[in-house]
């Protein structure tokens, strides 16, 4: 469990990332082949990213328009139970309160269960293309909150509809997600903050933040967070910088501020090999500070690509 990996560690920050399932059609080597050049940072877990349906619009032949709805990147439980079984590794897969009803939450965490996964990352999920807001599934959870909720009743042996006495418990260990700079909707960081303990009062054992470019922002979060009665682990997310289009794309879809002089040192660069170079060095600046100040594990986003993420590790693990 991930919780176990934290309390065993002795106070020594370990190395973890997480990545994205393969376009659909592509094959499980592709993770292989991200993950063999970082697997020798001995990362205690690795998460794996769970992509619901978009809805996409296909022109038919009379000029009407279909919609479809497609899963680009399907396949979050089979990579996990892959990784697993290569790698000896525990795999988090991320579950999500968009597109499940509370039965498929429950099934879904059944199949974890036969599997031997005993860990997972409970997210509410964003708004899909054609929404304003996030819709909660027919008889789904409206917030990872409620998630967290059934995640642990099931761990309790409390399932929706059993029709056998003695029910077998499951005994996941349940992550959920921080905001240092706020989750885009939260009206406050006060009241985000107010809402994430209210998922660690529910169940969860430990938050992993989203990603951040300046480590005062987590610093200040983390104070915020104790200060409201959050006791749990809190694991700080790095993203490295790596193309000049991200100075735009990162701020608006995940909505943070990048600090100024990042920005102004990325402008400077005179290519995506340069801003890639710059925003290693970044990392590991960020990240050598976190290591400083005791961080239990450094999380990296590797977004489907793991040389960057390499580079980082082999200067600090
Ligand atoms: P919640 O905790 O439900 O919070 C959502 C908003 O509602 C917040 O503004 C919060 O303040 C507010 N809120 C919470 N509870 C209540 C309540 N009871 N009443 C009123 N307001 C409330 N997305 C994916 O699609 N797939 C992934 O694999 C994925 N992985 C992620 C991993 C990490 C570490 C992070 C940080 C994000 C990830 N996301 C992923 C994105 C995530 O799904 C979105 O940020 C989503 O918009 C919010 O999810 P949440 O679990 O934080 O939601």
Redesign the pocket.
Known sequence: KVIEHINNANGKTQFSF?ILPPLKGQNITQIFDQMDPLMEFKPPFVDV????EEYVYKELENGLLQKKIVRKRPGTVGICAAIQNKYQVDAIP?I?C?GFSKEDTENFLIDLGFLGIDNV??????AVKSETY?TPERDGHS???DLVQQISELNMGKYLDAEIENQAQTDFCIG????PDK????PSLD??IH??K??IDKGATYI???MFFNNAKYFSFVDKCRAAGITVPIIP?LKPLATKKQLNLIPHRFSLELPDELIADVVKCKDNKAVRELGVAWCIQQSKELIAAGVPVLHYYSMGKSDNIRAIASSLF
């Open positions: 997480e990213t769970y992509h619901r991320h999500l968009g990352m409970a997210l509410r999920g964003d996030f917030y990872a909150g959920v997600a921080g905001y989750h885009l909707e939260a009241s985000d809402f994430l209210k998922k992993v933040t989203q997310g």
